[in-house]
């Protein structure tokens, strides 16, 4: 069946939290459940721990956590927070 429109953009994603604090495991929970119900299998999720990896941090200019940066499709954006407003998330992750 031939492709009719044009396909969407791969989604990356990633996720800056510090370690299991109560907002990093929320922030987890709340991008893996809106990447799966909206973006299926197109997109991807990196999770950075700063207490393992904080030098990361500092090159992508992340102060705060938890941050989830949209680095495909461009522009790069920035979610700071427990990604709890779908509406507002799901806004920034599709570009629109």
Do not use: W
């Not at 909206?38 to 030098?55: C, G, K, T």
């Amino acid at each position: 069946m031939p492709k009719t429109g044009k396909q969407e953009a791969r989604l990356v994603l990633r996720l800056y939290v510090a370690g299991n604090a109560p907002n990093s495991i929320r922030a987890v929970t709340n991008a893996q459940a809106l990447c799966n119900s909206h973006f299926a299998s197109r997109y991807e999720l990196e999770i950075v721990d700063l207490l393992e990896h904080p030098q990361r941090a500092l090159t992508d200019g992340v102060i705060v956590t938890p941050t989830l940066i949209r680095l495909l499709p461009l522009p790069v954006q920035k979610v700071v927070g427990t990604l709890s407003d779908a509406e507002q998330l799901l806004h920034v992750l599709a570009g629109t």
